[in-house]
């Protein structure tokens, strides 16, 4: 059995990837009205009225849980999880609303024996997973770009909170980035700028930077929130430049080449749920934790690179 902790979109992504797994789980939310939806599609178990009243119950201990709650909650509701008992969280990404609350949580996480795992499922993409193996095959990364430009037009009109919005960049920026480090590996140097701001996003609209990461490679980066562009992540080995130009495909450059070609992937599971949400969700349950982002490691992200790279406080 699985508690999944959150009765929103990703709930219900979740629902239908353990639904395929043929994996029990409850589904514990806020909204009834969400609740029913999930049940009337995926035949799980809901309970609303929130966590809180859920716990108040004693209900017995799931085998893990996946917190997939609003980014201003993340946090608080894991610590609930893990003071209630349960050893194996898989939790939405950032993990936090505000990078102060990284702290706490991994004390709470590492006194109760718990093991935490960031939900960065583009890690999991088709997409990655090929590029990983061509990288091993061309020997290493030798350089990598990436380019995380948020439409600033259209994220000051949604419906979001104040954390979400003034945290944009760990709560969504980060996903490109973590990829670009994971496939590059982590920044060993790093020189970062940035200018402008946003009235939703006072930190800064415009970044740029570059570096030196773990493996030696060179890479660099940029984002204007106030102009055109999109995600990309570009990474360079001897033999060859490998696209991902949307993240969820690759295309390949040759040495000697300026033709740039599509790479066939076995990506019939990114069609059919979202992408990356199936293969993380099964190495998830199970405990198949190797290509996981940990508690740990979201910290020494977040004090090492990302609060440099966003003026985040």
């Known amino acids: 059995m ?20 043929n994996i029990p789980f409850t ?71 505000y990078p102060s609350e990284i702290e706490d949580l991994l004390k709470v996480a590492e006194s109760n024996n718990a ?6 499922n583009r890690r999991f993409y088709s997409s990655v997973l090929k590029a990983e193996e061509i990288i091993k095959n061309d020997g290493g990364v030798s350089s990598f770009n990436f380019e995380f430009t948020e439409w600033a037009h259209i994220i000051k009109t949604l419906s979001k909170t104040k954390e979400e919005l003034h945290n944009w960049f760990l709560g969504n920026s ?26 939703w996003h006072p930190a800064a609209s415009n970044f ?11 890479f660099s980066y940029h984002a204007n929130w106030e102009a055109p562009g999109r995600w990309v992540l570009e990474m ?14 690759l295309q390949i450059q040759v040495i000697g080449s300026v033709t740039v070609t599509p790479v066939e992937l076995s990506d019939q599971l990114d069609k059919e749920y979202k992408p990356g949400l199936y293969l993380q969700t099964k190495a998830f349950v199970e405990n198949n934790y190797k290509n996981f982002c940990t508690l740990q490691e ?16």
Request: hydrophobic content about 45%; overall charge positive; proline content about 3%.
């Open 298 to 313: 979201q910290k020494e992200n977040i004090q090492n690179y990302y609060l440099k790279m966003s003026n985040y406080k």
């Open 174 to 199: 980060s996903h490109v980035i973590d990829t670009a480090f994971f496939l590059g590996g982590k920044p060993t140097k790093l020189a970062a700028f940035y200018s402008g701001s946003l009235d």
């Open 236 to 249: 360079l080995t001897k033999k060859t430049r490998l696209i991902f130009k949307p993240m969820e495909s």
């Open 27 to 97: 589904v514990i939310g806020r909204s009834e009205e969400n609740c029913k939806k999930i049940k009337d599609v995926y035949n799980g178990a809901v309970v609303s009225g929130g966590l809180k009243k859920f716990l108040a119950t004693n209900p017995s201990l799931p085998a893990k849980a996946i917190v997939a709650v609003g980014i201003e909650a993340l946090s608080e509701t894991t610590k609930e999880l893990v003071k209630y008992g349960i050893k194996s969280i898989l939790l939405e990404k950032p993990g936090i609303g």
């Open 2 to 21: 699985i508690w999944i902790v959150g009765a929103g979109l990703m709930a219900a992504e979740y629902a239908k990837v353990l639904n395929a797994l």
């Open 115 to 120: 093991t935490v795992l960031l939900a960065y």
């Open 208 to 218: 740029a930077g570059a570096g030196i990461s773990e493996t030696g490679a060179l």
